[in-house]
């Protein structure tokens, strides 16, 4: 029997999820980058320990990406909640069921079978003298997908109800527990398996966070049940070609790390990874967190047939997002010296280690607005339940990645600060070439888009960035010459620069009588009430 979602708890609105996300993404983000930090002092980023570690990490990703990662959100969500939306509840929790035991099923095989190929799929990757212990590493990280896996089933139940809490506490246990592992390496004989160890124990306490939150709902997931729902089939078939484009961006990750490891002696894939890391951190805050926070109202509205309230809820978001990220990427391309020195610049990171990441971040860094609107849109499409189009429009910019990626290396002739920021250009540059063309696709789908506002409030967001970033470049010209110096003199400067920054770039959007102001005090409004 049919029953209504009314009787779950109580549904948090778009901008108070939108404020708890962010707050999590910032929480988690910072937590990151403290691992990375650790991670540089003991590992470096050059060298055979980064190296390994680097690689290692690569084959479980791959494994969890592919099999479920992002393919099952997309899918499963938009299936659960539309049930939901049908007061359904009955159906889709054993179509929860279902989609929890066939993924458990899967990925116990798909484990096996890469913890029996790990030398040969890391010969791939690697040089000789790398190769044992990415092996080691990878065997031991080869756990971590299958609690991920479970973990992002737990995610989605509770963004369906739009709960957001538990879902944002989770990634900072994963990432207090890789601290700890990687705070154990120089204590335990420099035994580098610790930090593997901390990756795939976080893994596993996220589920542990999650799972008893479920009583809240009064409902459980079932051990072999639901395996033969209509539902479950639709989410497999869903899935598929979320599948194949989730494959295409590991092939892609596996190509530039392979590129990298093997062109440059110097083992360049370490700085491409930290400053990967970096860029990820406001694509973070204000790309996933936001996009995550808008998918459950978007899949709502596509379930009701509503696609113009569809294209006015993404039109805004994506507005929200561009003023956010707009001038993220600015202050990261101004101020990227001093960020990596304040967070890396001890232990066995060297000033060489700095110019390496700082070249690989340069175009990272200013190809923000993009990685974050790339966060967004294929959402739309899943929403309508359309998953090959942003997957076929990806495999192309895939492809234009890797063979740009490779024509990087040529034009490098071996210079390996060169070769990473080439890689980096090609990467933004695929990501802006998909996401002018999956726009210009929904623009044909949906009504109330809103261009012409998308357009000028990324026009009101340029000037006042460019304005930002003239203040912030004349600070640090004149705190190069009086001001101190060394991670305690970027610390203070990074201190002053980022209120500073902040200041003019608030100041020029009033100027400029930007919207979007209204809707970043709403969401800190949101998140002042949550507090309470």
Not at 105 to 129: D, H, K, Q, R, S
Request: glycine fraction near 10%.
């Amino acid at each position: 029997m049919a029953t209504s979602a009314a009787s779950a708890p109580r549904r948090t609105g778009l901008a108070s999820a939108a404020a708890i996300l962010m707050v999590g993404f910032v929480l988690s983000r910072l937590l990151g980058l403290l691992r990375l930090s650790l991670q540089a002092g003991v590992l470096r980023t050059v060298g055979h320990d980064a190296t390994a570690f680097t690689a290692a990490i690569t084959i479980p990703d791959t494994v969890f990406t592919v099999v479920s990662g992002g393919a099952l959100g997309s899918s499963f969500i938009p299936v659960f909640a539309g049930l939901l939306e049908k007061g359904d509840e009955e159906e889709a929790w054993r179509v929860a069921s279902g989609v929890m035991n066939g993924v458990f099923l899967v990925l116990l095989v798909a484990i096996g079978v890469a913890e029996l190929a790990a030398p040969w799929l890391v010969g791939f990757e690697t040089n000789a003298p790398d190769h044992d212990l990415t092996v080691t590493l990878t065997r031991i990280m080869l756990l971590q997908p299958l609690f991920l896996a479970i973990g992002g089933i737990l995610m989605g139940l509770y963004n369906s109800y739009h709960r957001f809490i538990l879902p944002a506490i989770a990634p900072l246990v994963y990432n207090i527990a890789a601290i700890i592992g990687l705070a154990l390496v120089p204590i335990v004989h420099h035994t580098v398996a610790l930090a593997a160890w901390g990756v795939t124990i976080g893994a596993l306490l996220q589920v542990v966070v999650m799972a008893p939150g479920l009583i809240a709902f009064r409902r459980h997931v079932r051990p072999g049940a639901g395996l033969a729902a209509a539902g479950t089939r639709e989410v497999a078939r869903l899935m598929t070609p979320r599948i194949v484009g989730q494959a295409g961006i590991q092939l892609t990750g596996v190509v530039t790390v392979a590129l990298a490891n093997k062109a440059f002696a110097e083992g360049a894939s370490g700085a491409l990874r930290l400053a990967a890391n970096l860029m990820a951190l406001p694509v973070g805050i204000f790309g996933s967190a936001i996009a995550t926070a808008a998918f459950p109202t978007l899949t709502g509205q596509a379930a009701r047939g509503d696609l113009a309230a569809l294209g006015e809820t993404l039109s805004r978001t994506l507005r929200t997002m561009m003023f956010f990220a707009i001038p993220s990427a600015v202050a990261l391309v101004v101020l990227r010296y001093p960020v990596i020195d304040v967070l890396f610049h001890r232990g066995a990171f060297q000033e060489s280690d700095t110019d390496f990441v700082a070249a690989a971040l340069l175009l990272y860094a200013a190809g923000v607005p993009v990685w974050t609107a790339v966060e967004l849109l294929p959402r739309a499409f899943f929403a309508l339940k359309d998953t090959w189009t942003p997957v076929l429009v990806n495999l192309v910019t895939l492809a234009t990645a890797c063979a740009l990626s490779v024509l990087a290396v040529y034009l490098a002739h071996g210079n390996a600060m060169t070769g990473i920021g080439l890689i980096s250009g090609a990467l933004s540059l695929t990501v802006l070439m998909e996401v002018v063309w999956l726009g210009l696709i929904l623009r044909k789908r949906v009504v109330n888009l809103g261009l012409r506002e998308l357009g000028l409030s990324t026009l009101r967001s340029l000037v006042a960035s460019e304005a930002m970033g003239v203040a912030l470049l004349a600070l640090l010209y004149l705190w190069r010459r009086l001001g101190p110096s060394g991670v305690p003199g970027d610390t203070l400067l990074l201190i002053i620069a980022v209120p500073l920054g902040g200041a003019v770039y608030i100041g020029w959007a009033h100027l400029l009588d930007a919207p979007e102001l209204a809707t970043a005090r709403a969401l800190l409004l949101a998140r002042l009430r949550r507090s309470r």
